[in-house]
């Protein structure tokens, strides 16, 4: 099985791959610190003067961020960072509880068990952090939960949840940014102790619950999309 990664959170850039893969890590980490924020003209340019490269690697990552939802090119204008909406961050939030929720069926009772020292520190971070600065409130939650997944030593599952984690840290950021809403937490040390005495089937419930703790209201079927003040903690 794979180590877990305590290091890598969404936010951070990395330097290695190809120099398209590079630059859509930096603009990425940008748009994350939001460095970039929505309606933001990207000139491609620019970007590459300042990461030291030509434009092809540049505007070949920056196709793929607009594919990905970050970026829109509008005619006349040209390339801008996307606006997000609530209902945006719905959908992220719906996607991450189903990838979660598979996840705890598998990796719950001896997977986790074999690595509760290293989960129960990244978990501790997280339930002592008091009045944490925002981004540092995500890594931390971000490392638990890559932490858990990574428990299943299945790649495929450890990619998408970077994916969708990354989406709804742009969305949730600048909806916080923009309204500031507070943040809620579940206790992840009790968590991480159900999950590792828990059946599959418990152990599905017991992570959608903790997922719906912190945003209830994104997952009622009545929900009607306006924006107004929701919760974005987790």
Known sequence: MSKINKNFTPRKAKKNGSLAD???QMILARLLDHRYSPGTLLNRREIAQELNMSVAPVLE???RLESEGYLETLPRKGTL???VSITD???QVIVREALECEAARYYCGDPIRARKDE???LALVIDELENPRYGEEWDA???FHMGLIQCMDCPQMEAAFRTVMQQKLFSALNLYIST???SSRDNHVRLLENLMEAEPDEAENLMRQHLRRSMPRLFE???SGADQPISVGH
Do not use: D, F, N, T
Request: aromatic share 12%; net charge positive.
């Open 22 to 24: 590079q630059s859509y």
């Open 61 to 63: 990552a920056m196709v």
């Open 81 to 83: 960072v996307r606006a």
């Open 89 to 91: 961050l719905r959908g």
């Open 119 to 121: 989960l129960h520190k």
């Open 141 to 143: 939650e971000y490392a």
């Open 180 to 182: 500031h809403i507070p």
């Open 221 to 223: 079927r009545s929900w």
